[in-house]
């Protein structure tokens, strides 16, 4: 009975991609009644459920989910946890709402206390959301990112963060130098980088925070520690780009300014990246760097418009992103209903597989984590969210009267959010349940 228990199954509806969808068939497989079997934390098989019923030792507990569709479980590429407490604040733009907003927000991180409770119930805004792997800034404060990793390590989950580096054009008291910064960076990585199923970001807040010096430093962090990300910010705001050529005026454009320190590259993650040239854009395709889209957030504070069209004809990846407290939600479900506008705005159409794709597998693929999470492979991780399509009365209305998949999630993808979360499943156990009347 000791394997059997560590053994289980889930039925209903399951999606899961195998590549994105734009590049043809076979690239996902759906199953209207199909059964997952985990063991370990590990996918085992996944098939019809009349093909693996037969199969299945007597006594092996199934968990039906008779009006639910299950997915590997949404990956957020850029959020920021001290930000929680402040989402929704007015701002007239970028620039403004750090100012107003963020910044005194944050001075509260420096009690490890307080960095606890944030973390706690961050990580279950992520998990009620569906979400299971995240990118996330933590403060200036070490202690910031401690708590996260503590956390996020009791629970098994696939967390990537770092303390920010910022020395520069933030409150004296939100400061760090290059020195302090490199060091305390070298700290946590040495304690927290690949123990479990953590990641550490090297984390430069943007380039008009740090001086060349500290970047010189971040460059030095990632080399010295192979396998660690940067995670940064680019091109959010237009008086944020012209902030960046008075402050860097010997750079060709915004790109720049990180190129010239060697923190482009395949475990690089730039948030936003709305007004970028040509060169820039295909300086981040042959560099193989990486981009989250913050729908929500670039709406929210007027940023400006993703590109979708021009991302993908340069074959960048990238992944959806929350952006929270920028952004006004955690629900994956809300960014891909605010992705889908922001296409039509460019007079291009966001395919709702694609959309999809880009929660899970996309967003593993630009994190360089698709060996281990974003679909339904025998040996991957078994993180998943169970996704209720039997409400609010409207979705369910709309969703019965549909032929298609792509409907469906399209229907999905615009009237659903958090309310459809059903159950979040990491490493196989349920970490997130909605129990229902």
Known sequence: MGELALTKAVRGSILHFKRDPRLGSASYEYLRDGILVHHRGRVERVGPASEVLPDLEPGLPVMHYKTSLILPGFVDTHVHYPQ????????KNLLDWLNTYTFPVERKFKSYAHCRYAAQFFIQQLLSNGTTTALVFSTVHKVSAQALFEEALNLKMRLITGKVLMDRNAPEDLLDTAESGQRESAELIKEWHGRGRLGY??????????TPEQLESASYLLREFPGTYLHTHLSENQEEVEWVKQLFPEAPHYLGVYEKHHLLGEHSIFAHALHLSDAELNRLAQTH???????????????????????????LRFGMATDVGAGTSFSILQSLNEAYKIAQLQQYTLDPLRAFYLATLGGAQALGLSRHIGNFEKGKEADFVVLNTSLPRLLANRFDSCETLEEKLLILMTLGDDRNVEATYVMGR???ERHRD
Request: aromatic share 10%; hydrophobic share 45%.
């Open 84 to 91: 929680t407490e402040m989402i929704a604040s007015k701002g």
């Open 201 to 210: 970001a090297v984390t430069p807040r943007f380039a008009p925070t740090s």
């Open 430 to 432: 349920p970490l997130f």
């Open 289 to 315: 760097s990486a981009l989250a889209f913050c729908p929500t957030s670039n709406l929210f504070l007027g940023s400006g418009l993703f590109d979708i069209e021009a991302v993908t004809d340069r074959g």
